[in-house]
């Protein structure tokens, strides 16, 4: 990790340098590679500021805190930027492992292939079903990111599915019910 530690209108002390590169330690286990951090120590009148810029891999989190005293005010820099990693972390987790698609209508293709494999039910969802024309329903679907809907017909009242297929093209799934 590379650690360049400013001062602004105050003199450098080495406890102050130390001080901020123990604290910026504890920031290693939420990235991978080496990181770049820049910090800069000022004093303004009455108060102290701490300005950190941490460059990642192409990740930029920021951070500005200010205090009546200077370990206070790192401190709390510290953790805005841990706050900020730990959201990012999880962000990214999220999204390889498509667990949060944020939709009643649809379940993870790969939690289906688990489920069967297994033969147990991960998760469990209820929907009510809007009525709706198989238009309407295609046009809902390619406002979305999702590969199926299920929506009740308005004119027969069956219960259908309609897919997205991988020409591109839209399948439609009818119940008999």
Same mark, same amino acid.
């Given at each position: 990790?590379?650690?360049?530690?400013?001062?602004?209108?105050?003199? +450098?002390?080495?406890? /102050?340098?130390?001080? $901020? #590169?123990?604290?910026? %330690?504890? @920031?290693?286990?939420?990235?991978? %590679? !080496?990181?770049?951090?820049?910090?800069?120590?000022?004093?303004?009148?009455?108060?102290?500021?701490?300005?950190?810029?941490?460059?990642?891999?192409?990740?930029? $989190?920021?951070?500005?805190?200010?205090?009546?005293?200077? %370990?206070?005010?790192? =401190?709390?820099?510290?953790?805005?930027? #841990?706050? %900020?990693?730990?959201?990012?972390?999880?962000?990214?987790?999220?999204?390889?492992? +498509?667990?949060?698609?944020?939709? =009643? @209508?649809?379940?993870?293709?790969? =939690?289906?292939?688990? =489920?069967?494999?297994? +033969?147990?039910?991960?998760?469990?969802?209820?929907? $009510? @079903?809007?009525?709706?024309? !198989? #238009?309407?329903?295609?046009?809902? @679907?390619?406002?979305?990111? /999702?590969?199926?809907?299920?929506?009740?017909?308005?004119?027969?009242?069956?219960?259908? $599915?309609? /897919?997205?297929?991988?020409?591109?093209? /839209?399948?439609?799934?009818?119940?008999?019910?």
């Amino acid at each position: 990790m590379k650690i360049s530690v400013t001062f602004r209108n105050t003199e +450098g002390e080495d406890w /102050y340098k130390q001080y $901020v #590169e123990e604290r910026l %330690q504890k @920031l290693k286990k939420y990235l991978d %590679q !080496p990181m770049e951090a820049h910090v800069v120590l000022s004093v303004e009148k009455f108060r102290n500021v701490t300005e950190i810029n941490l460059l990642d891999n192409g990740l930029t $989190v920021n951070a500005k805190e200010e205090a009546k005293e200077m %370990q206070l005010s790192i =401190d709390n820099a510290v953790e805005k930027i #841990e706050r %900020q990693l730990k959201k990012h972390r999880e962000k990214i987790r999220v999204h390889k492992t +498509g667990a949060a698609k944020g939709s =009643d @209508l649809t379940e993870n293709a790969s =939690d289906e292939a688990d =489920d069967m494999a297994d +033969g147990k039910i991960v998760e469990t969802r209820r929907t $009510v @079903l809007k009525p709706m024309s !198989p #238009e309407d329903a295609i046009l809902e @679907l390619e406002a979305t990111k /999702y590969r199926f809907l299920l929506f009740r017909d308005s004119s027969t009242e069956r219960v259908c $599915v309609i /897919y997205r297929r991988d020409d591109g093209l /839209y399948g439609l799934i009818e119940t008999n019910s």
